[in-house]
């Protein structure tokens, strides 16, 4: 039987979600004999298509929204905008009290990471030895709650799981498919540093860097910080990615980034919070209730809304109403 495994595509952690969850199966449940991988990204609309679930298999959602679909088997989320509706949620605690889902659907918003909440599942409530993964799990939590040192080492990327999170974020697709589909094979046995030596993923470090000190150079030209609040329209220069913590290598005393840039297929207002910022955490705004109120999500400290291509005027609408109102709760 074949296991799918939905994940949150250009993504690190949900690139480490999707393999470490393949692990826990097949250590742990055993009902599969292969697993194949889809990746899914935020987007105007809806984010689920039926046929995307095997029809005849088992089918895992993590480090994404809830889907309410009976073909979903198993779900795995941390994000606190994890519910795309009301019924979405209701069916969701439903399942819980009853009893009927409380082996395979998993939701706490207070985890850093979800590769670390899927480990903690698997070893607490299945018996899963996930100490060969700690390197995974510790990784995954850093760069998912943005736990570095600094806003140097984030930028300046010497740590191979800093590498492999760009080409995860920004590569583009190899032989028709995601890059992370590539990874997440390799990620549920090798040490960080044996993926980033593979000849596939050499291939596209050069480039990707290249891009990376491109991007430096654009945000530098076009970002400002007014009032603690950093922003910066790139639209007119299309990226699949660009490295969140710039905006604060840039201007470290900023508190909050809103950033705008296009892609392939969305029109994206980035929102965050400074890491490294001095201020008292109750004295921060919630900025996955901030990026909902436009139909996004994502934690308390970052988040994102997606916007169709052609709704650009719309999304940079959005941006100077953010950008006010976080200047406002100084």
């Known amino acids: 039987m074949n296991c799918r495994v939905l994940y949150h595509d250009k993504c690190f952690d949900g690139a480490c979600s999707a393999a470490l969850f393949t692990r826990f199966h097949r250590e742990c449940v055993r009902t599969a004999n292969r697993y194949d991988y889809h990746g899914l990204v935020h987007r105007a609309g809806a984010l689920y298509d039926e046929s995307w679930f095997d029809a005849q298999g088992e089918n895992a959602i993590v480090d994404f929204k809830y889907s309410a679909s009976p073909r979903v088997t198993w779900?795995?989320?941390?994000?606190?905008?994890?519910?795309?509706?009301?019924?979405?949620?209701?069916?969701?605690?439903?399942?819980?009290?009853?009893?009927?889902?409380?082996?395979?659907?998993?939701?706490?918003?207070?985890?850093?990471?979800?590769?670390?909440?899927?480990a903690h599942i698997a070893s607490t409530k299945f018996g899963m030895d996930v100490a060969p993964l700690n390197e995974l799990i510790h990784w995954a939590d850093i760069v998912d709650g943005a736990k570095y040192e600094s806003a140097k080492a984030a930028v300046e990327m010497a740590e191979p799981a800093m590498k492999l999170t760009m080409i995860i974020e920004s590569a583009p697709e190899v032989d028709g498919e995601?890059?992370?589909?590539?990874?997440?094979?390799?990620?549920?046995?090798?040490?960080?540093?044996?993926?980033l030596e593979q000849p596939f993923v050499q291939e596209l470090l050069g480039p990707l860097m290249e891009r990376h000190l491109a991007a430096l150079e654009l945000i530098r030209a076009r970002a400002v910080c007014d009032d603690g609040v950093i922003s910066f329209d790139i639209t007119d220069q299309p990226t699949e990615g660009y490295n969140k913590f710039i905006p604060y290598y840039l201007f470290p005393q900023g508190t909050y980034n809103v950033g705008l840039s296009k892609s392939s297929f969305r029109t994206k207002v980035s929102v965050g919070t400074n890491p490294w910022t001095t201020?008292?955490?109750?004295?921060?705004a919630n900025i996955a209730a901030i990026c909902e109120r436009y139909g996004g999500g994502g934690h308390a400290r970052v988040g994102a809304i997606s916007f169709p291509v052609e709704r650009e005027e719309e999304a940079r609408a959005a941006v100077r109403e953010i950008v006010a109102e976080l200047k406002s709760s100084f």
């Open 75 to 118: 779900w795995f989320d941390h994000h606190l905008s994890a519910f795309m509706t009301p019924k979405d949620e209701e069916t969701f605690r439903r399942g819980q009290s009853d009893g009927s889902q409380t082996m395979r659907q998993f939701f706490d918003p207070t985890y850093t990471s979800c590769t670390s909440w899927i």
């Open 178 to 195: 995601s890059v992370s589909m590539k990874f997440i094979p390799l990620l549920t046995e090798m040490p960080l540093q044996q993926v």
């Open 279 to 284: 201020r008292r955490a109750c004295e921060l």
